[in-house]
């Protein structure tokens, strides 16, 4: 079956820009989180959802960063005026259920020039 | 803030070496997983250890908790290049942060023929 699929696969975009990321979870999958993997951070957490709802997003690094879901399904990670510092892999995950598993796609890589 | 320590940060072996990853932690967590992740796709979720002392085999792979569970050991006996990859410990949260992933920043392993 389908698994977590992100868009774009890539993404380069000048400082000061702002950005929109996508995520598709596996259907079916209540829970939806976002990660940032990045060179000597590795992978830290940004938010999750249960359903449409983010009762946790205490990882987010900054009010440039947001995330919305709808329908239960898709999500999108936007960043608002892109700093170098925000040159990282943005992974998604989802599972059935919070606490299950989580799957992950293949992530974003975002570069800010 | 709960961290986990990873070593060694990198490890490239022969084919058919022994090798040992150590994940540690000042904090009790109240499970720990291991993932692998290959170039260009997400962390994919190997073994999850539960009980302090616990010990788990995956084929050529053998996890251990530690008994007071802050601490876990991946050993994999008679590496293969298949199993070069990036391994990643990560810290599952307790009670109402039980959907929160703390990782830690990974063992790259590369395996020669």
């Known amino acids: 079956g389908a698994g977590v699929s992100q868009s774009p696969s890539n993404k380069v975009t000048e400082k000061g820009k702002d950005v929109e990321l996508r995520c598709d979870p596996i259907?079916?999958?209540?829970?939806l989180y976002w990660y940032r993997q990045s060179l000597g951070q590795g992978l830290e957490f940004l938010i999750y959802?249960?359903?449409?709802?983010?009762?946790?997003k205490s990882g987010l690094p900054s009010d440039r960063f947001s995330a919305e879901r709808t329908g239960g399904s898709v999500s999108t990670l936007t960043i608002q005026r892109t700093q170098q510092e925000d040159s990282a892999v943005y992974l998604c995950?989802?599972?059935?259920?919070?606490?299950?598993?989580?799957?992950f796609g293949p992530g974003t890589r975002l570069t800010v020039t | 803030t709960q961290l986990l320590e990873q070593s060694p940060q990198f490890l490239s072996i022969q084919e058919g070496e022994n090798l040992t990853v150590y994940c540690n932690s000042s904090?009790?967590?109240?499970?720990l997983q291991w993932y692998r992740q290959e170039p260009g796709e997400g962390p994919v979720l190997l073994v999850t250890?539960?009980?302090?002392?616990e010990v788990k085999k995956l084929k050529r792979l053998t996890f251990q908790f530690g008994d007071a569970r802050k601490d876990s050991s991946l050993h994999i006996t008679a590496a293969q290049p298949g199993d070069t990859g990036l391994y990643l410990c990560?810290?599952?949260?307790?009670?109402?942060?039980?959907?929160?992933?703390?990782f830690g920043k990974g063992t790259l392993l590369t395996v020669n023929p």
């Open positions: 259907s079916g999958h209540t829970a």
């Open positions: 904090s009790v967590f109240s499970s």
């Open positions: 995950a989802s599972s059935l259920r919070v606490t299950y598993e989580q799957y």
């Open positions: 250890v539960v009980t302090g002392g």
């Open positions: 959802f249960q359903g449409n709802s983010a009762p946790d």
């Open positions: 990560a810290g599952v949260g307790s009670g109402g942060s039980n959907y929160k992933l703390t």
